[in-house]
């Protein structure tokens, strides 16, 4: 990925005006630093450290078992969990993987920078979930076994479905003892995305968090309800999505990105004092769209994941195997690919390319800065209403 620091702070320039006339905090370009200086709250700091019912001292490394207790007796399957405990003070960061079953990339994730982790080093603690739809998982879907997405419906309650029985105890038993939350994914329904966090900028705290993960693109999204991020956030954590690649597979390239952004930001956090400094920031868009497109056929795409194209520019030609007719899809407006779906049989109004809009020249944001189709997957695919 090629980065022009003076287009960048061009770039960064027009942000800054269009975050001043939705409200939005600004965002400033510069290495993550590992402490914060400036006005906005720090993080909550651990006390005593107790996950999924179990105490964790101080300077140990403990992997944990979760059950949700609505499985079939003999069919139980324990959820892992990873906990590093430093044996400094600090905040407590979540890190939760295939809370869509299908998504590999963030499980490895998760695994490589636990593993990593010498809690006699750490200030703080780090819980790392690598499986949250552990049932999804062992069946290779998206969803729970009721075809629900576990994704919708957070923070749950002890009286509703089996999906939000669930989600209420994981959030209660794991996610409230956490300071910060990181919820990792990948694209959804035979699409990939470019590496990125979403977050709701319009909040000091997140706005700061989303700072620290090196050169990694940043995507307003309030997040929809339901969602883990959005229950965190509502709760008064801090928290992000980190999207990457595609479902179905792990893919080096994007666990590598990934591992590389969490260690940095666990340096600019001050819980580690490896230092890392990756690269400059990259952009930070305000709103996004997806292009749908009018004809049914195979996708052949012309563009790739992260290229920046100009409104009236080829994205991708449908062409129909029976008639041999061939229809174009073209960008709407100037943006960037942060989304695409992969080459594959589509139908009219499937979602195809996400395009980010970046700084004064964004059009697409809602009046409460909200970006649409946060998660297309939900949209595409209504099994878990």
Request: proline fraction near 5%.
């Amino acid at each position: 990925m090629s980065f022009n620091l003076g287009s960048w702070t061009r770039q960064a320039i027009g942000c800054a005006v269009f975050a001043a006339t939705l409200g939005l905090p600004q965002i400033s370009a510069g290495a993550p630093e590992p402490a914060s200086t400036d006005a906005v709250p720090a993080l909550k700091l651990k006390g005593k450290l107790r996950v999924a019912g179990k105490e964790v001292p101080p300077g140990t490394h403990k992997r944990l078992t979760w059950t949700s207790g609505m499985e079939l007796e003999g069919l139980t399957a324990p959820m892992p969990i990873i906990v590093v405990n430093g044996s400094g003070p600090g905040p407590v960061l979540c890190l939760t993987a295939a809370v869509h079953g299908d998504e590999l990339n963030g499980i490895e994730i998760v695994r490589r920078v636990m593993s990593n982790l010498d809690p006699q080093e750490i200030k703080g603690a780090v819980i790392g979930v690598p499986i949250v739809n552990l049932q999804g998982f062992y069946r290779g879907s998206r969803y729970l076994p009721d075809r629900r997405d576990l994704n919708r419906h957070f923070p749950g309650n002890t009286r509703g479905s089996a999906a939000t029985r669930l989600a209420y105890s994981f959030f209660n038993e794991v996610i409230t003892h956490c300071s910060a939350l990181v919820d990792l994914h990948t694209g959804s329904l035979d699409r990939s995305n470019l590496a990125q966090l979403r977050a709701d900028l319009r909040l000091p705290q997140i706005a700061k968090l989303s700072q620290g993960f090196g050169s990694t693109v940043v995507l307003h999204s309030v997040g929809e309800h339901g969602s883990l991020r959005r229950a965190a956030t509502d709760a008064g954590i801090p928290a992000v999505t980190f999207e990457m690649g595609e479902p179905m597979r792990v893919q080096p390239e994007h666990v590598e990105h990934g591992v590389k952004a969490i260690e940095t930001l666990l340096y600019s956090l001050g819980m580690s004092s490896q230092r890392r400094y990756w690269g400059d920031t990259e952009s930070v868009y305000y709103s996004s769209k997806w292009v749908r497109v009018d004809h049914g056929g195979i996708l052949f795409s012309e563009v790739a994941l992260g290229e920046r194209v100009s409104e009236g520019e080829l994205l991708g030609i449908i062409s129909d195997p029976m008639t041999e007719e061939q229809h174009r899809v073209y960008a709407p407006m100037s943006g960037r690919v942060l989304g695409m779906a992969l080459n594959q049989m589509v139908l009219p109004g499937f979602a195809a390319y996400r395009l980010g809009a970046e700084g004064k020249d964004a059009k697409f944001t809602s009046a409460s800065g909200e970006s649409r189709d946060d998660e297309v997957g939900a949209e595409e695919d209504t099994r878990s209403d």
